[in-house]
C-alpha cells in the first residue's frame, strides 16, 4: 500500500519504493550463502559459551528459510538473539563468530534498494566469519584472507548476478568493513569463480 509506514527512530517515515525486484529464490541464495559461512565459525562461540545455543538457533533460522520454508520472524527474532548472545562473548573472536550467525539470519530480509549499505546484508555474515577466525588464529597472519577467498569460491551466479545490482560499498575504517569491501571486490570481478547453483 502507498500509505505504508516503517518506524525509524521512533518517527514514521514513508516506506520507500523498491529499486529493482528481488524473488524468494534470489534471497534464499543470499541467506544460504551468509549460514554456510556464519557456520564455519560456530564453534568458535560455542567453545566459549557452551550453552548460550542463540548463534545457533539464528544460522539455524537462515538454512530454514534457505532450504524452502517461507521468511517469518523467526530469522528476525533469533537474528536479534545472537547479537545480543554476541555481547556477551568473553573474546572479539566469539563476538565476531556470533554476529555472522545474527547477520546470516537477518539476510533473510535484504531490501531491494539501490543502497550499498544493503550489500551488508549479502556479505557481511561472512566478513564476520573471516573476523572471527583472524582473531582466533593469532599465529595465522592469512586465516581471514583464506576465509574471504573460501567465501567467494561459494558464491553462486544466482548470489552475483543480486550483489550487481547493488552499488559498490565503501572500504570504511573498521576491519568486517575491509573484509565485505575485499569480498565485495572478487565477486565482482570480471574472472570471479562461481558456484554451482
Known amino acids: 500500500m ?17 529499486d529493482f525486484s528481488l524473488t524468494t529464490v534470489e534471497l534464499r541464495a543470499v541467506t544460504s550463502f551468509a549460514a554456510a559461512a556464519a557456520g564455519w565459525v560456530l564453534s568458535i562461540f560455542e567453545a566459549q559459551l ?17 532450504e524452502g520454508a517461507p521468511r517469518s520472524r523467526l530469522q528476525r527474532l533469533t537474528a536479534a538473539g545472537a ?14 563468530a556470533a554476529m555472522a550467525a545474527g547477520d546470516a539470519a537477518a539476510s533473510a530480509y535484504l531490501h531491494p534498494l539501490a543502497d550499498a549499505t544493503q550489500v551488508n546484508h549479502i556479505l557481511r555474515a561472512a566478513a564476520h566469519a573471516a573476523r572471527a577466525e583472524e582473531l582466533g588464529s593469532p599465529a595465522d597472519p ?15 551466479p ?10 559498490v560499498p565503501s572500504p570504511g575504517a573498521a576491519r568486517v568493513s575491509e573484509l565485505v569491501h575485499q569480498l565485495d571486490t572478487i565477486l565482482r570481478s570480471p574472472d570471479a569463480t562461481r558456484g554451482p547453483d
Not at 502507498?2 to 523498491?18: F, H
Not at 592469512?142 to 553462486?156: F, K, L, N, P, V
Request: proline residues 8%.
Open 2 to 18: 502507498d500509505d505504508e509506514r516503517t518506524r525509524s527512530g521512533g518517527k514514521a517515515r514513508p516506506r520507500r519504493t523498491p
Open 50 to 66: 557452551p550453552d548460550d545455543g542463540r548463534p545457533r538457533r539464528a544460522v539455524q533460522a537462515a538454512l530454514v528459510f534457505a
Open 83 to 96: 547479537h545480543r548472545a554476541a555481547k556477551s562473548a568473553p573474546s572479539e573472536a566469539g563476538f565476531h
Open 142 to 156: 592469512y586465516s581471514g584472507q583464506r576465509a574471504i577467498e573460501r567465501a567467494a569460491a561459494r558464491a553462486t
Open 158 to 167: 544466482t548470489l552475483m548476478s543480486v550483489l550487481a545490482r547493488y552499488p
